[in-house]
């Protein structure tokens, strides 16, 4: 779906998100989304806390798994996503944060393997994710699953593409201060949500939105699997789709 603009396509993705909370609740059950971090989705977090203070949306009972994290990476640091995520969405909702999962950046080594093993069968206990949001990154990443990335892919310890390095350089003052891995869900972990929708704005991700929709489907380019799925919307804004 191609809108207008980013606030457009952005308040889509809210309201959509809003109605499935919504829905959810008047039948008791819970509610469990995959949340993304990046510039990308800033505008439906702003919608949804505007929908929490101005119109009753409640995110009490909604149960929240985050894609991925630097690695290693301390919560309390500027550029964790758990920072992105408490500034831009959990501090000013009324989300149980007991319900908030993120990967955990401070893991000793040898502890990685079981942590993600048992994030994977956290996302399965509550009944899998209802709906799963996506950035893109230039590599065509999605999540951190990089080139080279399986289908099949669980949340692993995966190693940063360089690209992607240097995208995230201004947040650390330097290419040099980006760390080398990260902690992500895998392909086959978003796969397994209900409802994946991928966002991309500006002429920036054109290059690589036409290579994910059009292009041959390859590990070259993780989100050419997204072609695979049925379940999949990409929400765009014209700049983005300007070369589809
Ligand atoms: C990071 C995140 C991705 C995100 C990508 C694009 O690498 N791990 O989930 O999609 O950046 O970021 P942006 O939205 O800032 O362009």
């Known amino acids: 779906t191609v809108y207008p603009d980013q606030h457009i396509a952005s308040r889509q993705i809210a309201a959509r998100i809003a109605n499935l909370i919504r829905k959810k609740q008047a039948l008791g059950e819970t509610t469990v989304l995959g949340l993304a971090t990046g510039v990308t989705p800033i505008g439906v977090y702003a919608e949804l806390v505007r929908l929490y203070k101005e119109e009753g949306l409640s995110f009490k009972g909604v149960v ?19 920072t992105f995520m408490k500034e831009n969405l959990f501090d000013q909702i009324d989300i149980d944060m007991a319900n908030v999962h993120i990967p955990d950046g401070t893991l000793a ?8 093993l048992d994030y994977e069968q956290k996302i399965s206990a509550y009944g899998g994710l209802d709906l799963q949001i996506l950035g893109i990154g230039r590599t065509g990443h999605i999540g951190f699953n990089e080139p080279g990335s399986a289908p099949n892919s669980g949340t692993r310890l995966v190693t940063l593409d360089d ?23 895998g ?12 966002m991309a704005w ?13 292009g041959e489907i390859s590990s070259d380019v993780p989100a050419t699997y997204l072609q695979l799925s049925e379940n999949v919307e990409f929400v765009l804004d014209e700049d983005a789709a300007s070369e589809l």
């Open 64 to 82: 929240t798994f985050n894609l991925d994290e630097y690695y290693p990476m301390k919560p309390s640091a500027a550029q964790s996503y758990v």
């Open 202 to 214: 500006n002429k920036k991700k054109a290059f690589i939105i036409k290579k994910a929709v059009e």
């Open 109 to 116: 080594p040898e502890d990685i393997a079981a942590f993600c």
């Open 187 to 198: 392909i086959g972990t978003i796969f397994k949500a209900r409802e994946i929708v991928l």
């Open 163 to 185: 690209l992607t390095r240097r995208d995230a350089s201004r947040d650390f003052g330097g290419k040099q201060n980006v760390p080398t891995k990260a902690i992500t869900m």
